[in-house]
């Protein structure tokens, strides 16, 4: 499942995001790439441990925690430390696949990707997040800032070349309580349908039972 989270970050976030970002440093990124990444990456990797590196991690990790459709969407088991990356202009990432495991942090399954963007879209020329397979077809994004974009950890994709301006990106991987994604679409559609009865139609008998199907394929689906 392919899907746009519309304004995950708050006007006031992006500011103090906008004010932080000349604080932080950035490193060369081919220093986490693994060996099939490292030809293709080409960008560069917030430095962690500094106050203002800390304060973004947590403004980016606050905001997806009080994203509903995040929750519903991935069914978070273990969420990645956010990581903060730059391209500058002239800088891209080629097709790659994200590693099955992400060692920052606890040491976690990647079964999501999640791209949240961090610059407005009209102040930099390329840098679309690209993404190409055979279940989901040809995407391109390139979303407004605060905006954050989720595809399977599976699918192969790239960022494409930065002709104007500097891109910055907060990218998060999640391990899922429900491993397949199939299973995921489903019970993010189910809950979606039950959030839209409960709005229509908040007396409507078949919500108590609709409700126990969702809960009951999380228990069939989850491993904890
Ligand atoms: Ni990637």
Redesign the pocket.
């Known amino acids: 499942m392919l899907l746009e989270i519309a304004n995950v970050l708050t006007a006031d976030a992006l500011a103090e995001i906008g004010r932080l970002l000349p604080a932080v440093v950035f490193d060369d990124g081919r220093a986490t790439a693994g060996v099939q990444?490292r030809p293709v990456k080409d960008n560069r990797q917030m430095r962690t441990g500094s106050p203002e590196a800390e304060r973004l991690q947590a403004i980016v990790r606050r905001a997806l925690d009080a994203s509903a459709m995040f929750y519903s969407a991935t069914l978070p088991r273990h969420i990645s430390p956010a990581l903060v990356n730059e391209y500058q202009t002239g800088m891209s990432?080629g097709a790659?696949?994200?590693n099955a495991i992400m060692a920052a942090g606890t040491p976690l399954r990647s079964d999501v990707?999640l791209t949240l963007f961090l610059s407005p879209p009209d102040s930099y020329d390329g840098g679309e997040l690209e993404m190409r397979d055979a279940l989901h077809g040809y995407h391109r994004v390139k979303l407004v800032a605060g905006s954050a974009f989720i595809y399977p950890s599976t699918t192969l994709?790239?960022?494409t070349a930065v002709t104007r301006g500097v891109r910055h990106a907060a990218?998060f991987w999640v391990q899922s309580l429900v491993r397949g994604a199939e299973q995921r679409k489903l019970l993010f559609e189910l809950d979606l349908a039950i959030i839209g009865l409960r709005k229509r139609e908040p007396d409507a008998p078949e919500l108590a039972t609709l409700t126990a199907i969702y809960h009951n394929l999380v228990r069939l689906w989850a491993e904890t």
């Open positions: 990444a990432y790659h696949v994200d990707s994709h790239q960022v990218v």
